[in-house]
T-cell receptor
């Protein structure tokens, strides 16, 4: 299956700072999904991007799909302690492969 | 709807023991899959199924068996547990078709001594 790589692996931020995680692929992706997993919890679906250059927003979260459909990003504006968790991207192709995730820690 | 349920929530095994992790969903989803998540790592696909009677291997299938006799149930069997199988196991389901949202169960935390 198509592999996706996520960076960074970990990120510590001060509450109120912005945060961005990136998902990269060497091949063109049909679509990209983003999930959030709270500590001790299970992954929960956030959003799906399908179109080249697509941008979607959910409150303080902005999701982008690259023009070449080989990368995606999740940006959180003014992080809050409730944003703590691991964010995964998923190439929802045939093999349902997930990136390694970015663990976000927020210092109050 | 209960969504995706998994049992047990916690399990401790000795090396060489066998057991079955249960997964059930009540959303009539065609796709079901099993992932393992190791500390600090992402989700790795073990096995998946696109419908009753059809299963296929994922990235890390060795040491695990699955079957899909009904749409609702997708059990994962550990044939002879090894310490390397200590992990958190998640079951997920989704509607048929590429790109549908996956719904995850709460997970089973397995320790193999």
């Amino acid at each position: 299956g198509q592999q996706v790589m996520q960076i960074p692996q970990y990120q510590h931020v001060q509450e109120g700072e912005d945060f961005t995680t990136y998902c990269n692929s060497s091949t063109t992706l049909s679509n990209i999904q983003w999930y959030k997993q709270r500590p001790g919890g299970h992954p929960v679906f956030l959003i799906q991007l399908v179109k080249s250059g697509e941008v979607k927003k959910q409150k303080r979260l902005t999701f982008q799909f690259g023009e070449a459909k080989k990368n995606s990003s999740l940006h959180i504006t003014a992080t809050q302690t409730t944003d703590v968790g691991t964010y995964f991207c998923n190439n929802a192709g045939n093999m349902l492969t997930f990136g390694g995730g970015t663990r976000l820690m927020v210092k109050p | 709807n209960a969504g995706v349920t998994q049992t047990p929530k916690f399990q401790v095994l000795k090396t060489g023991q066998s057991m079955t992790l249960q997964c059930a969903q009540d959303m009539n989803h065609e796709y079901m899959s099993w992932y393992r998540q190791d500390p600090g790592m992402g989700l790795r696909l073990i096995h998946y199924s696109v419908g009753a009677g059809i299963t296929d291997q994922g990235e890390v299938p060795n040491g695990y068996n699955v079957s899909r006799s009904t749409t609702e149930d997708f059990p994962l069997r550990l044939l002879s547990a090894a310490p390397s199988q200590t992990s958190v196991y998640f079951c997920a389901s989704s509607r048929q078709g590429v790109g549908n949202e996956q719904f995850f169960g709460p997970g089973t935390r397995l320790t193999v001594l």
